[in-house]
T-cell receptor, first 113, second 114 residues
Framework: KAGVTQTPRYLIKTRGQQVTLSCSPISGHRSVSWYQQTPGQGLQFLFEYFSETQRNKGNFPGRFSGRQFSNSRSEMNVSTLELGDSALYLC????????????FGPGTRLTVL | AQSVTQLDSQVPVFEEAPVELRCNYSSSVSVYLFWYVQYPNQGLQLLLK??????LVKGINGFEAEFNKSQTSFHLRKPSVHISDTAEYFCAVSEYGGYNKLIFGAGTRLAVHP
């Protein structure tokens, strides 16, 4: 069974630009969560989608948004990039709820110059 | 709101020695508890989780953890480590009924030396 895939793996953008990251969950998984990992702030929850609806949201500005498609694939978008948005963005998928194991993808490394 | 404190940022240990990585949490509601491992340039992999029942939880790669409700702790242990256990370890909690929102600790870097 294929794992969680994230594309692209590496991305370089400049301040002010916008970026879209993609996540394909494990087949049969309906929940997709996004996390930001930085050396200073560690791992922080961005948001979670289930059946195309945002079910939970972390404490991030409105520049961070996401969506989920009917096939459970998810995208997250960051507009008006700032230097502080440089991070590893991790996607995780699970079947339904909090008792189900979340499987993480390898992440997208975003560098903002 | 929940918070997780990993008491050691780095733990050096010699190969075949036992190790304990400490984790304390704070929450006003009941939580589920998790330990994840991250190898360089990879995502996170679940080692073990506590949902309910027996407070001693066994996971993959010979790791185990014990949930202590009175001390709000969930320490991770392994009786004999290998070089391949060198990685970053994260303790995390999620709230009952809180869907899939994980709150992570800052991580503990385990360095196993020969």
């Amino acid at each position: 069974k294929a794992g969680v895939t994230q594309t692209p793996r590496y991305l370089i953008k400049t301040r002010g630009q916008q970026v879209t990251l993609s996540c394909s969950p494990i087949s049969g998984h309906r929940s997709v969560s996004w996390y930001q990992q930085t050396p200073g702030q560690g791992l922080q929850f961005l948001f979670e989608y289930f059946s195309e609806t945002q079910r939970n949201k972390g404490n991030f500005p409105g520049r961070f948004s996401g969506r989920q498609f009917s096939n459970s694939r998810s995208e997250m978008n960051v507009s008006t990039l700032e230097l502080g948005d440089s991070a590893l963005y991790l996607c995780a998928s699970s079947r339904v709820g909090a008792t189900d194991t979340q499987y993480f993808g390898p992440g997208t490394r975003l560098t903002v110059l | 709101a929940q918070s997780v404190t990993q008491l050691d940022s780095q733990v050096p240990v010699f190969e075949e020695a036992p190790v304990e990585l400490r984790c304390n949490y704070s929450s006003s509601v009941s939580v589920y508890l998790f330990w994840y491992v991250q190898y360089p340039n990879q995502g996170l992999q679940l080692l073990l989780k506590y949902l309910s029942g027996s407070t001693l939880v066994k996971g993959i790669n010979g790791f185990e953890a014990e949930f202590n409700k009175s001390q709000t702790s969930f320490h991770l242990r392994k009786p004999s480590v290998h070089i391949s256990d060198t990685a970053e370890y994260f303790c995390a909690v999620s709230e009952y009924g809180g869907y899939n929102k994980l709150i992570f600790g800052a991580g503990t870097r385990l360095a196993v030396h020969p």
